[in-house]
């Protein structure tokens, strides 16, 4: 049980975040909810509001590529709530052709919350400790060919949990960072594989995106959201990838030496 924790999640206003926050509230967290998406995110708080009942959920509206909105909601919450000890990096988007903005947004905008969530939680600054979860991506550990800047901030926050996290040992912080892999999952995300727009000059490669659908099906959010409650509850697993496939969930094994393969020069 959940129950007295206090849980941030972004991008909580549909997919992946929304399942995050149901889960959460479920095991009885209370839950702030972030999202750019104002109209979503409201509409979302009224219906959690009826069924989890009143105070048990916040929606704020804040990009979390914004230092500004970022740093003023997360004030907000800590006035509100008193505290968090759960903090989930979820807002992500897939936009080849504006690659700057994904860059912010899946990149920057996990650096910036986490760093948030570290000053608050650690215990040198008289926090409780806790636990970051950010969600990478399946693309996180390989390349997904029709999205190389998106695929690049994945690998991004892949090797920012592993190696903060191993600095939260190192300092004593009492805060676990991990990094949750999904492979393809059925929310709106998706639609984009299909979409000039986001994929801009990689536009030609759905064939090769469509192949990899075929290879890793399509899972539904409830199973990632069972894999996200794994990783908030089980207290031993601290820099870990868990990998979310229609399979089951795995946690990554990184190879300790890297294989390599000499030449002469
Ligand atoms: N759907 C998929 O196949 C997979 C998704 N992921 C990752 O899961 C995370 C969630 O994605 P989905 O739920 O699939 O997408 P989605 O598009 O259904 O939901 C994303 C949410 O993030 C919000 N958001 C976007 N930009 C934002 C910003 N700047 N600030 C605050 N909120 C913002 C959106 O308004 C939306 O509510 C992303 O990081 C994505 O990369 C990872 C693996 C697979
Ligand atoms: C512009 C392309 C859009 C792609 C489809 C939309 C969303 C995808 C979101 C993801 O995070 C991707 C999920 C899984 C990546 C799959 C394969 C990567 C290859 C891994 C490997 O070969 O080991």
Not at 141 to 164: D, I
Request: glycine share 10%.
């Amino acid at each position: 049980m959940l129950k007295g924790k206090v849980a941030v999640v972004s991008g909580a206003a549909q997919g992946l975040g929304k399942s995050f926050t149901h889960i959460l509230l479920e095991n009885g967290a209370q839950v702030a909810m972030l999202d750019v998406d104002e109209a979503g995110g409201q509409e979302l708080q009224v219906q959690l509001n009826q069924q989890f009942g009143l105070e048990r959920t916040q929606f704020y509206k804040a990009d979390v590529a914004s230092e500004l909105q970022f740093t003023d909601v997360f004030q907000k919450i800590v006035s509100k709530f008193g505290h968090i000890d759960i903090f989930c990096n979820n807002a992500g988007i897939v936009d080849e052709k504006n690659w700057e903005k994904t860059v912010s947004i899946n990149l920057s905008g996990v650096v910036r919350g986490t760093y948030l969530a570290l000053d608050h939680m650690k215990k040198q600054n008289g926090g409780k400790g806790g636990i970051i979860i950010n969600v990478a991506s399946l693309a996180g550990l390989g390349p997904l060919p029709s999205a190389p800047v998106y695929t690049a901030t994945k690998f991004g926050v892949v090797g920012f949990t592993r190696a903060l996290s191993m600095a939260s040992q190192a300092s004593g912080y009492g805060v676990r960072i991990n990094a949750l892999c999904p492979s393809f999952v059925r929310t709106s995300l998706i639609d984009s594989f299909n979409q000039k727009e986001k994929t801009g000059n990689f536009h030609n490669l759905a064939a090769i995106t469509q192949s990899l659908m075929e290879k890793f099906p399509i899972i539904e959010v409830e199973q990632v959201a069972k894999a996200f409650l794994h990783l908030v509850k089980d207290e031993c697993v601290d820099g870990a990838a868990l990998l979310v496939k229609n399979t089951g969930a795995e946690y990554v094994i990184f190879p300790k030496d890297m294989e390599t393969t000499p030449i002469s020069i």
